[in-house]
């Protein structure tokens, strides 16, 4: 079987997991290339397009292209609102047991520490009934506990390679442009962060909304002494304030993604331009 990565990892790169008594055709379509070739229909678990893929302009264009949207969330953000055909509420990590893996590939599991609010239920459960309504083998299990000695037998028995080279790499920025480094704030990581108040009060979050270059790529780009510039990328047009930090290697622009600010953006990493506000 296939694993496709999270849109953290380069586009277009996957992890090929041969099961040792089951091998597959063909891999499975990536995320960057269901936004790259947009589907007739996406279902969306916890994803939030403007905000949790590596090119949010064009995650954000597939979904509102759809023909049917079916989206599983806590919140019916205003995006969902416009884009999803159905809502699905979901509860956060935080009200359903479930296990995380860590660097270490640590298995950490976790019981629910509230119970899920109003008419949501715990993901793994929606899920599972979408199984059973279309018919689908895989979908009896009763408990998260279950769910994960399911994935952990096949992880077990899985060997993992490299899958070739990527597709759909970034390019490289032409004349006048700069590349862009877009890491996602430690406050953006998740939906659940983004909607932290007092989070979203913080130093670090504020830092995330702004663009920084080098004092030195800010005068090669007429932008030395500006408050905010205007940052172009692959069509879309935001303004921000300008920040001059020499940490910044010349040619580039440090612009974090996952931002409100940031939403609509192209590639996380690629040909990015700025001018004058």
């Known amino acids: 079987m296939i694993f496709t990565p999270p849109d953290g990892l380069p586009p277009g790169e996957v992890l090929s997991v041969t099961d040792q008594a089951h091998d597959v055709a063909a891999a499975g379509m990536t995320a960057h290339a269901m936004c790259e070739s947009p589907l007739k229909g996406y279902l969306l678990f916890g994803v939030e397009p403007e905000h949790d893929c590596w090119d949010s302009e064009a ?3 597939a979904v509102d292209g759809a023909e049917f949207v079916v989206s599983c969330s806590p919140w019916a953000s205003e995006t969902m609102m416009n ?3 159905v809502l699905l509420p979901v509860g956060p990590f935080t009200e359903t047991s479930g296990t995380f893996v860590n660097l270490e590939g640590r298995w950490q599991g976790f019981a629910g520490v509230a119970r899920p609010y109003g008419d949501s239920r715990p993901g793994w459960k929606v899920l599972r009934v979408l199984g059973n309504l279309l018919e ?9 506990e279950e769910v994960r000695d399911a994935l952990r037998r096949e ?5 993992f390679t490299p899958a070739g080279a990527a597709a759909g790499a970034v390019a490289p ?12 704030p430690i406050h953006s990581a998740d939906a659940l962060v983004r909607r ?3 989070l979203q009060a913080t130093p670090d979050a504020a830092a995330g909304s702004v663009a920084r270059i080098s004092a030195q790529q800010a005068e090669a780009s007429g932008v030395l002494g500006a408050d905010s510039v205007r940052v172009s990328q692959d069509g879309t047009r935001i303004t921000l304030s300008l920040v001059i930090d020499e940490r ?3 040619g580039c622009v440090w612009l974090p993604a996952g931002t409100p600010a940031a939403a609509g953006l192209g590639p996380c990493f690629g040909a990015i331009s700025i001018e004058r506000a």
């Open 59 to 61: 995650a954000i264009k």
């Open 83 to 85: 884009s999803a055909d």
């Open 136 to 144: 689908l083998d895989g979908f009896d299990y009763n408990a998260s």
């Open 155 to 159: 992880v077990d028995a899985a060997v």
């Open 173 to 184: 920025a032409g004349e006048g442009e700069l590349e862009r480094i877009g890491d996602v």
């Open 196 to 198: 932290a108040a007092s």
């Open 248 to 250: 910044v290697p010349a």
